[in-house]
């Protein structure tokens, strides 16, 4: 019973598991895709749990201001890289020589600044969607959903081990 009682478990977080990507891709919050991806279902002793990266929970709240975390602007330099946000270059002034040659290019300065105004933003006020009171479409609304069906196919078998062991007894 408990081996089918953990497949029960395990195949309903793998629906849950599609849902939340799935609503990931719809709300438009996905980039890289490093966040669906890090999603899995591991299997325990007593059923099985669904992980996800660190910062999963932001896809709902969004980020607080504050503290953030080391090279941020690089982060979100990577972050308008993989939207494929059009930024407009920011040339160099200064003409490169055989003392002086440029690290980035116009269009990666370009990007870096935007980068850097939005780290700044972030860091002061927060992400636009925390700002706003956050959302419950991406996963909380999925949870209450997977546990209803969870319940729904293993009380069955509970209460046919119960009988079973009633019988043993008598």
Same mark, same amino acid.
């Given at each position: 019973m408990? %081996?089918?009682?953990? $497949?029960?478990?395990?195949?309903?977080?793998?629906?849950?598991?599609?849902?939340?990507?799935?609503?990931i891709?719809?709300?438009?919050?996905?980039?890289?895709?490093?966040?669906?991806?890090?999603? +899995?279902?591991e299997? $325990?002793?007593?059923?099985? @749990?669904?992980?996800?990266?660190?910062?999963?929970? @932001?896809l709902? @709240?969004g980020?607080?201001?504050g503290?953030?975390? *080391?090279?941020?602007t690089r982060?979100? &330099?990577? &972050?308008i890289?993989?939207?494929?946000? +059009?930024?407009?270059?920011?040339? *160099?002034?200064?003409?490169?020589? %055989?003392? &002086?040659?440029?690290m980035?290019s116009?269009?990666?300065?370009?990007?870096l600044?935007? %980068?850097? %105004?939005?780290?700044?933003?972030?860091?002061?006020?927060?992400?636009a !969607?925390?700002?706003?009171?956050?959302r419950?479409?991406?996963?909380s609304?999925?949870?209450? +959903?997977?546990?209803?069906?969870?319940?729904?196919?293993?009380?069955p !078998?509970?209460?046919?081990e119960? !009988?079973?062991?009633?019988?043993? $007894? $008598?």
């Amino acid at each position: 019973m408990q %081996a089918e009682a953990q $497949n029960i478990i395990i195949k309903k977080l793998q629906e849950l598991q599609q849902r939340i990507i799935a609503n990931i891709e719809s709300s438009g919050q996905s980039a890289s895709g490093r966040t669906a991806a890090s999603l +899995r279902v591991e299997p $325990n002793e007593t059923g099985a @749990t669904l992980y996800g990266r660190r910062a999963f929970a @932001t896809l709902e @709240t969004g980020r607080k201001p504050g503290k953030t975390p *080391y090279q941020f602007t690089r982060v979100i &330099w990577q &972050w308008i890289v993989d939207k494929g946000i +059009r930024v407009s270059p920011i040339d *160099y002034k200064r003409q490169a020589s %055989a003392k &002086w040659q440029p690290m980035y290019s116009p269009q990666e300065r370009g990007e870096l600044s935007l %980068a850097g %105004a939005i780290a700044h933003k972030i860091q002061t006020e927060g992400t636009a !969607l925390f700002r706003n009171g956050g959302r419950s479409d991406v996963y909380s609304n999925e949870i209450p +959903r997977t546990i209803a069906e969870i319940k729904q196919e293993i009380t069955p !078998l509970l209460k046919a081990e119960i !009988l079973q062991t009633i019988k043993i $007894n $008598n």
